[in-house]
């Protein structure tokens, strides 16, 4: 099952709004469209000419902005051998069908892996860990927001000997301090860590190499057709999106926080941040 979308056009309004810090106030006098006539579209009702006049006061992709608007694609699924994702329920109010992603990534030769975050619940990652006998080497955090950590202590107690690694600019626990640029081997395995923060102080992105597709785990730094939020380093996180993740060969897998699996060619042609 494919996972839905994160977003919708109005969150991507909502989330340049914040970043830019512009509430409707400003933006009525910017693109000269009414108050009513904005918090109408930030309420989910759709009308192109007005859509198509916000846009490029929040530095949006009109056309993709429209194409988002008016759900003309669907995320397919894409296969890797050696990458599994978990996707599990985390509701919080006002959004209670919330869901957070962990992916579990190994060698099947030398059957060696690594966890990406901990989601909310690990019981059918640990199963399935068992199932498959993966010899699971080391615990990596995206970032430690709530969601995605909400598993840490029963992932660790369940697992002997995982060494967990978190960035050095947002340490957890007992976590190791990860530094941009670091890398690690796991058999035929090659990790890369690079600095992608911007949604949180030490948001981490994690490039794979030695599996059959490129991937990268993401976290909350870029969504299938949208990102995560950065109310107070918005700049930083587009730039970061932009030079470290949509820089990326375009067949590379994006493995987000939240929402459905993309591609770099896919984000490259239908994100309306960038």
């Known amino acids: 099952m494919i996972i839905p979308i994160e977003d919708n056009y109005e969150d991507v309004l909502g989330k340049a709004m914040a970043g830019l810090r512009l509430?409707?106030?400003l933006l009525s006098k910017y693109s000269g469209l009414t108050e009513t006539a904005i918090k109408s579209l930030l309420d989910g009702h759709y009308d192109l000419e007005n859509l198509q006049s916000l846009a490029p006061c929040l530095s949006l992709d009109v056309k993709k902005l429209v194409r988002l608007a008016n759900n003309d694609w669907l995320p397919s699924a894409y296969a890797?051998?050696?990458l599994r994702n978990f996707n599990t329920p985390f509701?919080?109010?006002g959004y209670e069908e919330m869901t957070v992603n962990n992916f579990l990534v190994w060698d099947r030769v030398s059957n060696e892996g690594c966890i990406f975050d901990t989601g909310a619940d690990v019981a059918e990652l640990l199963a399935y860990i068992q199932k498959e006998k993966i010899n699971i080497r080391a615990l990596f955090l995206t970032h430690t927001h709530r969601d995605h950590v909400a598993a840490y202590d029963a992932l660790l107690k369940?697992?002997?000997g995982v060494v967990p690694y978190a960035s050095e600019l947002?340490?957890?626990a007992n976590a190791n301090s990860v530094k941009e640029g670091a890398v690690f081997t796991f058999g035929s395995l090659r990790i890369e860590a690079r600095l992608t923060n911007?949604?949180?102080p030490g948001g981490m992105s994690y490039l794979i190499e030695g599996l059959s597709e490129p991937l990268a785990i993401v976290g909350d730094s870029i969504f299938c057709l949208s990102m995560g939020k950065?109310?107070?380093a918005y700049e930083l996180a587009l730039d970061n999106n932009?030079?470290?993740?949509l820089s990326l060969p375009p067949k590379t897998i994006l493995c987000p926080g939240h929402g459905p699996l993309t591609t770099v060619a896919v984000e490259q042609a239908r994100n309306p941040f960038f």
């Open 158 to 160: 369940s697992l002997e």
């Open 198 to 200: 911007g949604h949180s």
């Open 242 to 245: 932009r030079d470290k993740l």
């Open 80 to 82: 890797c051998e050696g």
């Open 23 to 25: 509430d409707v106030g």
């Open 170 to 172: 947002e340490g957890f």
């Open 230 to 232: 950065a109310n107070d």
């Open 91 to 93: 509701p919080v109010p």
